[in-house]
Nanobody, 123 residues
């Protein structure tokens, strides 16, 4: 099973990025998918999650700036990020959780992780 992220990079404050995560080796259409991020010296934290039915969860800080979506026909997860801020700088990880809901998943409950993609927001 592999989760492969792409779409990270360097962007100026106020800019946008769209992250993608392609899954292979297993179908995740019945599972919760999520994006986490980890900044240097900080814990890995949840950014957004989406259920198999399309219900979504965002952290309060991200609401309005981020949109998580999934295309189960392509086994792909997306994260559209707008109005990016320097504090959004982190490695962003795609995750799949086969047992939790969008409200109960934590970094320790995740079953599959991607390798991460760096997002840097700087002028």
């Amino acid at each position: 099973v592999q989760l492969v992220e792409s779409g990270g990079g360097l962007v100026q404050p106020g800019g946008s990025l769209r992250l993608s995560c392609v899954a292979s080796g297993r179908r995740f259409s019945s599972d919760v998918m999520a994006w986490f991020r980890q900044a240097p010296g900080k814990r890995r934290e949840l950014v957004a999650a989406i259920s198999w039915g399309g219900s979504t969860r965002y952290t309060d800080l991200e609401k309005g700036r981020l949109t998580i979506s999934r295309d189960d026909t392509e086994n792909t997860l997306y994260l559209q990020m707008n109005d990016l801020k320097p504090e959004d700088t982190a490695v962003y990880y795609c995750a799949a959780d086969t047992r939790s809901t969008i409200w109960t998943l934590t970094p320790s409950s995740v079953d599959y992780w991607g390798q991460g993609t760096q997002v840097t927001v700087s002028a």
